[in-house]
């Protein structure tokens, strides 16, 4: 579970808590155990996507994954003209990156528990992305990540589905709402603890069935 910290990510660890022995990942140790503590089974696992070479430094022992999700990511709006290099780095560095290397490190685990790799994804990859270049980018080549490791593993019984939501209440969500000058208001926005949900059914799935793709936005409210 990448992204443990965040607002979708720690729904998604709680409404799995009760089904799986998690590995929390994410930057900040301490409010991973803090976290962990709260959950029935949960182990942390120390983890900047953004420092690639760290990643198989600190990768814990797993023989066997039955789920792999990922819900980190980074936001930053901005027309092209604007964008500094660095921002580019930073978003393909988290959003894609850091998803290819963990995904690629656990693929072995991944295959011996014919599991399923869950990324959270944005409707960003699937609408206009004036202003937002840098992170629509990111997650389009999150999309066609999704579409190789999909067609690649079914033959290792590995199963992915991406998962794209509009709007979410989270601290993201606040930032980007921020960035564009406008009000925070989350009722008009998805409830986290629904793309968790989300998340669930996806895994609720029969066995003989393979959600590729889902798409959440929230309810129209006047
Ligand atoms: N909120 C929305 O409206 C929305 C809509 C569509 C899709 N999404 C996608 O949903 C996912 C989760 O977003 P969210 O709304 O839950 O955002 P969030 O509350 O800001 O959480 C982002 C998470 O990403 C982690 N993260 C950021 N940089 C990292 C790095 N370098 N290494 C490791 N972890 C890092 C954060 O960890 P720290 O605590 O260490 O910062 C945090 O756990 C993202 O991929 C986002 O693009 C969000």
């Not at 992170?135 to 999704?146: E, H, I, N, P, Q």
Request: glycine share 8%; hydrophobic share 45%.
């Amino acid at each position: 579970m990448v992204g443990a910290t965040g607002g979708i990510g720690a729904e998604v660890a709680a409404a799995l808590a009760d089904r799986y022995t998690l590995w929390l990942a994410g930057r900040d140790e301490t409010e991973l155990k803090e976290f962990a503590g709260k959950l029935p089974d949960a182990h942390c696992w120390q983890l900047d996507l953004a420092a690639d070479p760290d990643i198989s430094d600190n990768f814990p022992e797993l023989f066997s994954v039955d789920v792999l999700v990922h819900c980190a990511g980074v936001f930053q709006l901005g027309d092209v003209a604007e964008t500094d290099p660095a921002v580019w780095r930073e978003l393909f560095a988290v959003n894609l990156f850091g998803v290819a290397s963990v995904t690629r490190l656990l693929l072995p685990a991944l295959r011996a528990a014919r599991g399923r790799v869950v990324l959270v994804n944005s409707t960003a990859a699937l609408g206009p992305p004036a202003h937002r270049a840098a992170y629509a980018a990111s997650k389009t080549a999150l999309r066609v990540f999704a579409e190789a490791l999909h067609r690649e593993e079914l033959p290792n019984g590995v199963r992915v589905t991406s998962i794209y939501p509009g709007r979410v209440a989270t601290p993201m969500q606040q930032t980007v709402r921020r960035m564009e000058g406008g009000r925070y208001e989350p009722e008009r926005y998805l409830d986290p603890a629904s793309v968790a949900g989300a998340v669930r059914s996806v895994l609720a799935a029969p066995p003989d069935t393979h959600l590729t793709e889902l798409v959440i936005e929230p309810e129209w409210r006047p």
